[in-house]
């Protein structure tokens, strides 16, 4: 009624072998059965035929008749027959036997060789990414033995750093340190930091992160896909920043050496990205110049130098 699928039967090789077995084991106790029942007419009639008939009626041994002999033989070949259905099995072949056993052995060779395989393939894999994550950290610590990276931010006192892609506040002088800072250095941002720019900043090297394989940047930028490989294109840099935003800040702490923070001097409750806590027993802050609110800059903020300690 409600489109029930149709069966179709499928019958395996297996299977097909088990129901021809246990055909021909019928046929055999069949045959038994028959053979007892010619085997009683037959001992009947040799009864007959010697005592009724007289067929070989001086024919005996021991004084015993022939007949009984002649039964007995029979009766000999009887019991054979049904030991050999009954008792020792017989109806299955050496060559059957043989044949399953191999069968069985063949099926567990192809089952340690499907785990060889896949152990194999699971060896290759981390191997690879042991390789992978190797040349990641030579490639990290390369750039962290030689030279100085320097992380550059402006943080509100809450850690703010931006809202909805964009920076929260416009300090004219902070941008101008910035730009004296970074001029001519390779800069690290990841992909959001570099959407909100109009156009890359001049006189300076754009080394984008991001997960996508195919971004595209206009002419001059740098794509990378992790960090790694962004401190790898800024290797022959003695001084590459890292400019933002929140991911990168983030993952770029750890490995940092240097941090050039604008602290500007207010709670940004609305703000959606932030920097990561600066914890003093790593970091030491090593100079400050402090700038009042005036005209051009509606906050009050102070420009904070510190070095790993
Ligand atoms: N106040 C400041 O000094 C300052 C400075 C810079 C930025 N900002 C502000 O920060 C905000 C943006 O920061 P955000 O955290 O949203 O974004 P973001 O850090 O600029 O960029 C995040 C993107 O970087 C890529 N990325 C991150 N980690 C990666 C990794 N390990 N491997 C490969 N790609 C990776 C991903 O790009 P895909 O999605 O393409 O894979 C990810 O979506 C904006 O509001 C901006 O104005 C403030």
Known sequence: MFGKKKQTPSIDKDQLELIENAQKRIKQK??????????????????????????????????INWFVYAI????FLFVYHFVNVFITNKFMSKDWEKQQLDRLVAKQQQR????????LKEETKIAKIQMKEETQSSKISSVKNKSELTIIVAAGENNAIGKDNDLIWHLSDDLKRFKRLTNGH???MGRK????????LPNRIHVVITRQK??????????????????DAARKDDNPFIIGGGEIYKQAMPIASKLEITRVHS???DADTFFPEINTSIWKEISRTTH?????HAHAFSFITYDRK
Do not use: C
């Open 267 to 269: 709670i940004f409750d």
């Open 30 to 63: 069949k045959r038994l059965y028959i053979h007892f029942v010619v085997f009683l007419i037959g001992a009947v009639f040799l009864i007959i035929a010697n005592t009724v008939l007289g067929i070989g009626e001086d024919f005996k041994i021991a004084d």
């Open 186 to 188: 390779h800069i690290i």
């Open 292 to 296: 009042d609110a005036d005209e051009k």
């Open 193 to 200: 930091t570099f959407e909100s720019f109009p156009k890359p």
């Open 72 to 75: 007995l033989a029979w009766l």
């Open 112 to 119: 340690i060789d499907q785990l060889k395989a896949n152990l």
């Open 214 to 231: 195919d971004y595209k940047a206009p002419e001059g930028v740098i794509v990378v896909n992790s960090m790694a490989d962004a401190l």
